[in-house]
């Protein structure tokens, strides 16, 4: 009787350690390196559309200079974004800070025509590809925001913004740049 209680309450807790560990592929992956690739000066070609979000397939080009410094050993960067193009100039900061608790990094980014430092999209790097992302408002709505680093060498890299206003279900492309590294 007291050795079947006893397997019975053994049991009990084997099963509550293993319902209360998160499975292994749920751990966040990264860390404070994952923005090394990016530090220095680079150039960059940017395609912009010009109305998300409303059918229009009218895009626009702009050509420029990105600079990222590191910060805090790499758990912390900034880049400067200085492109011109037809539809006029734009000049951008980007702060990135990294948690080491939840092992993600929060990206913000301000548009010096407005000052205003952006709610942050959350995310990392797994497997060579870097994914953010949050929730804004945009022409009254309640969207989704995507950022996807991509296509990262040395000597090169990709950048998308893309926006859902349908939960996540499409992502619409606005904003896609491509970096090469100066010298």
Sequence with gaps: MIAHALRKLLLMIACAVLLAAPPAMAQPVGGPGDFDFEFGAWTTQ?????RPLSGSTEWTTYEGTSVVHKLWGGGANIGELDVKGPAGHIEGMTLRLYNPETKQWSIRFANRRDGDLGAPMIGGFKDGRGEFYNQETFNGRAIFVRFIF???????????????????????ANWISTFSKVG
């Design 46 to 50: 940017l395609r912009r559309l010009l």
């Design 150 to 172: 991509s296509e990262i060498t040395p000597r090169s890299f990709r950048l998308e913004q893309a926006f859902s206003d349908d939960g996540g279900k499409t992502w619409e």
